[in-house]
């Protein structure tokens, strides 16, 4: 998996300097698969995997106060 920071990197490149996923996958030194994969989702991969692994778990008032931040 990739960090979120990389992931934000891959939708700037591509939505902000319009470099295609070949080009992309070639500045960072990943798949391109990798690049298409997280082009294709809206959110990033550390939010995905909190709520696969967490699903239904209720969280505290506090850990849902600061889960918006962490998710940025």
Same mark, same amino acid.
């Given at each position: 998996?990739?960090?979120?920071? &990389?992931? @934000? @990197? #891959?939708?700037?490149? @591509?939505? +902000? =300097?319009? $470099?295609? /996923?070949? &080009? #992309?996958? &070639?500045? $960072?030194? %990943? ?9 294709? /989702?809206? =959110?990033?991969?550390?939010? %995905?995997?909190? &709520?696969?692994?967490? @699903?239904?778990? =209720?969280?505290?008032? =506090?850990?849902?106060? +600061? $889960?918006? %931040? #962490?998710?940025?």
């Amino acid at each position: 998996m990739i960090k979120m920071a &990389q992931f @934000h @990197h #891959i939708k700037f490149l @591509h939505e +902000v =300097e319009g $470099l295609s /996923q070949r &080009q #992309i996958a &070639q500045k $960072l030194g %990943i798949s391109r698969n990798t690049v298409s994969k997280y082009l294709k /989702q809206n =959110e990033a991969p550390t939010t %995905i995997h909190r &709520q696969k692994n967490y @699903h239904g778990k =209720e969280y505290s008032d =506090e850990t849902k106060r +600061v $889960l918006p %931040i #962490i998710d940025q």
